[in-house]
């Protein structure tokens, strides 16, 4: 069964600090993973997409990482501010028939001063 | 235009209501969805909606009943709704329905429903 997996579930942290979030997938044929930032009461935003060839990619203070062997993928904040709190979810695409995505259980982030 | 509209925000209903939630999108997108989210989980999803036809329904009870009267407009007709349906109810869409979509899904806002 296609399952993936975010770690920490919440997190809190100071701002102008860092922080990484987690995911780890086993769906299989892989295409691809989002990260994807949902404020509260608000719809999912995209903020990455990262490909099977692809190691590293940064948008703004955001970078993610995948390494396709373990199936696993990070984001990295830099320097956070108050509006980074939000719930951060990993959503992977599988080759596999239809248009399905498997949503991660999302890691809720939040900044304080 | 890259947005998709929602409404209404808010919606309470009773159990023996009849209500619609609306999704309206101008990207060009042929793929349209319904999922719903409940407090601190990851969306679920309801319906997809490929070039106007359903092409997935993930054994979502009757009370809930997709319409795509065209390709930019998503309706969800809502009737005897229990109060565990209450949830934020999102539509999103995307630019094709094929293995050659990245994948990427555009959200509106959402519906939140409040069942009493």
């Known amino acids: 069964k296609n399952q993936v997996e975010q770690s920490p579930q919440s997190l809190i942290i100071l701002e102008g600090k860092n922080c990484t979030l987690q995911c780890n997938y086993t769906v299989s044929p892989f295409s691809n993973l989002r990260w994807y930032k949902q404020d509260t009461g608000r719809g999912p935003v995209s903020l990455t997409i990262m490909t099977f060839s692809e190691n590293t990619k940064s948008n703004g203070r955001y970078t993610a990482t995948l390494d396709a062997d373990t199936k696993q993928s990070s984001l990295h904040i830099t320097a956070s501010q108050l509006s980074d709190s939000a719930s951060y979810i990993c959503?992977?695409?599988?080759?596999?028939?239809?248009?399905?995505?498997?949503f991660g259980t999302g890691t809720q982030l939040k900044v304080e001063l | 235009d890259t947005e998709v509209t929602q409404t209404p925000k808010h919606l309470v209903m009773g159990m023996t209501n009849k209500k619609s939630l609306k999704c309206e999108q101008h990207m060009g997108h042929r793929a349209m969805y319904w999922y719903k989210q409940k407090a601190k989980k990851p969306p679920e999803l309801m319906f997809v909606?490929?070039?106007?036809?359903?092409?997935i329904n993930e054994s979502v009870p009757s009370r809930f009943s997709p319409e795509c009267p065209n390709s930019s407009l998503l309706n969800l007709h809502l009737h005897a709704l229990q109060p565990e349906d209450s949830a934020l109810y999102l539509c999103a869409s995307s630019p094709l329905p094929s293995i050659l979509d990245t994948g990427e899904l555009f959200f509106g806002e959402g519906s939140r429903l409040t069942v009493l």
């Open positions: 909606y490929s070039y106007e036809k359903l092409s």
């Open positions: 959503v992977v695409r599988g080759t596999g028939g239809g248009n399905k995505l498997t």
